[in-house]
């Protein structure tokens, strides 16, 4: 089952909710692409699509950043993605909603995750992460995707293992969650 998706063509998309260069659930979603075998450009950073606070007043005037165009055109390639978000203030980031914001007003239809499956992460380096992904999940459903499963990851603290998940407590439960990734797009393929 692990191996129809390392071994096939059925891509899956994966980032992060964060605008962090050196953010863990950026890290978490990397390492999870990588050990699916999924292609290194199949994994992005939000970061590099970065907007303005949404104003519908700069909407009017100035119309859609050409970054959130380009990001929506990257996701209407794909129709699997994992999504990893971080906790801020027990909800999501303002980051990542502002992005789903804009993301949101770029095509006639505001569902633009119809028909969409995600599987979603919350990775803290203390025991929370479980309000954001339920905001996360709330969110992304009302954009049209169906969450396919989700999952939390409390206490992950890379300066414990050197930033080295493979030596890390965590690679065995990273493991997993990769095999229950794969599980879940098979079987709904
Ligand atoms: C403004 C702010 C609020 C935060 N609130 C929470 C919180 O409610 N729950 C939690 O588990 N962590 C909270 N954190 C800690 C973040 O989980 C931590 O910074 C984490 O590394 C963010 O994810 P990232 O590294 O992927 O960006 C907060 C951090 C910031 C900066």
Known sequence: MYEDIKNGNDRILFFSGSNHSASINQLVVSHLAKTIGQDQANTIHLKSFPSPVYSLEDEQ??????????????LDQFDKFVVAVPEYNGSVPGFFKNTLDWISRARKNYRVFQNKKIFLIAVSPVGGGSFALKHAGDILRRLGA???GEQTIGNFNPSQFNGDIDKSEFFSELQGMAYSISDHFYKTK
């Open 61 to 74: 005037t100035t119309g859609i950043p050409d970054k959130i165009t380009e990001l929506v055109d990257l």
């Open 146 to 148: 169906e969450i396919l």
